[in-house]
């Protein structure tokens, strides 16, 4: 509070010069000390510290859980993600066994096409 009262006090010194009849002396107010605030007592009865205990053991549990529950996730993702490496050769297999059976179909498809236009022929 005594600087902002310096600062005020400062401030009012930047105006400009009177007249030396003109100025006026104020008296300059002395900053009053305010007694230091004492801070608030914190009193708990049993019953709000057992309650703030039981809170205090349930998130601890409920921490205990949650880090549980992660661990078997991780080991889950773990297990999941060499299960997908072991299978990728086996799918890269099937889809090149799937491309050459449609490209035997594809041929198989064509030679009938053939033998069905040359039966049509015969018909005539």
Excluded: C, Y
Excluded at 66 to 83: P, V
């Amino acid at each position: 509070m005594s600087q902002m009262f310096w600062e005020t006090e400062v401030g009012e010194d930047t105006q400009p010069p009177q007249k030396p009849a003109e100025q006026s002396v104020e008296p300059v107010a002395e900053p009053v000390a305010e007694p230091a605030a004492e801070p608030p007592a914190l009193a708990l009865s049993a019953d709000d510290f057992s309650a703030l205990e039981e809170r205090i053991l349930r998130a601890v549990n409920l921490v205990k859980q949650e880090r549980q529950a992660r661990m078997e996730a991780e080991e889950r993702a773990a297990k999941a993600e060499s299960q997908l490496g072991q299978q990728a050769p086996m799918v890269v297999q099937l889809n090149e066994e799937i491309r050459a059976l449609r490209a035997e179909r594809e041929h198989v498809r064509q030679r009938v096409e053939r033998l069905l236009s040359q039966l049509d022929a015969l018909q005539l």
